[in-house]
């Protein structure tokens, strides 16, 4: 008897061990595959995963060679890649640090599993958040961060490191280096041309991505030969296909200091008028051979653009924010309602002209990116649903859907040069992923319907992400 025992126990103990290393966190059964690359569909699909790594993939009835801790049967479901948003702030002052922190979980609630987030004033933080999100013990998107903006003395954003010289552009990017932010952002408030290039030239030597606003005294061309990455926004690409583009430029510069300085808005008329299809065409072509992102930004500027025609006072979104950020929306809530009508007659043919070019710029090869711009201070621009409406609004301009998801979900990871990790669920790649009631190849406003999310390993279904909301709800 005692033998039989030792030979019982000897087995459970094997039996426990052989199953706890084969087996898999979590099994996706019967998911149609959204392959964004290919803009296919794969159906009968099982997805193996272990934690924030996908194992295995293979065919459904191949089930019983796959044991798991949890399974998950997307029977009829679309699960695809986590989507990304590649422009977003944290910022509003060390009064709104719990403010900013809750808007975590809201990314998550609508599929965004990792976002860029492109400077602010709270940046001790951010980077405490990217930490506690990378482990779990905070429910929220990954984390790229830009920490504080560089920017002239002066500049109109909080937390801004000041720049005129190559000692400070040294400076502030060993300052950068030490906090360990994932790029560089410039913004163009009041930064000198010369400083502005001088971050571009210093920063590649350092190996740093660099991307963001653009002076008007500089032309596109000059900083990306020096090896900027991006371009937030098209203001600076749309400058850049004007035929004048060269003696405008020669007028900003000139009026730079005098008291009749030209700015951004006061020149995109001018520019407007001597729109070149053929210069832009060249353009593009010149910006995808130097591997340049663009992030187009359309969302932000149609909801800016409405605001004055537009009633947000019954916003679904809105109960999930802060009534600290909420406040925050009145500057450019007063400045778009000083707007002239016909000011606004000409920021719509504007936006028509620039939103045109996102799918000859896409064509041309250049990588598009997707990114919302949500965050305190940018009006009506909530996070998560602003990424769905900048995805959308990229099918507007004229992607297909399969090339709009890829602006969100491959191409913010080539920004980052981590496409080998994500972008696809294929075995080695990070588990990242959202599940879709419906098919988003055959309707981009699929992806307003998740079903359930993955997140760093953790699966939030329906329920969870809606209790996830209801935490944040005010
Ligand atoms: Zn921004």
Redesign the pocket.
Known sequence: MKRIALVTLTLSLFHTGFTQSNKYTLVITNANVVDVAAGKIIPHQLLAISGETVKAVDDTKAIAKYKAEKYYDAAGKYVMPGLWDM?I?LRGGDTTIEANKALLPLFLAYGVTTVRE??GDITPSVLEWRKQTASGELAGPRIFTAGPKLDGPNAVWAGSIPVTNPAQVTNALDSLQKLHVDFVKIYDSKISGDAYLEIVRQAKQRGMKVTGHMPFTVELKEAASLGMDGS?HLYYIFKACSSKEDSITQVIREREHSDRPIGLFGALPALYNSFDSAKAAQLFKFLAAKHFNITP?LYISKTLASIKTTDHTRDSLAKYIDPTIIATYQGRIRSARRQSDEGTRFTEKYEALVMSLVPKMYAAGVNIVAGS?C?AF?SYVYPGESIHGEIKLMVTAGLTPAQALKTSVINGSKFFGVESQFGSLKPGKCSDLIVLDQNPLENIAAIDNLNAVLSHGKLYSRADLDALLASIRH
Do not use: W
Request: charged share 20%; glycine share 22%.
């Open positions: 422009h702030h492109c400077g937030e930004t711009d965050g940018n």
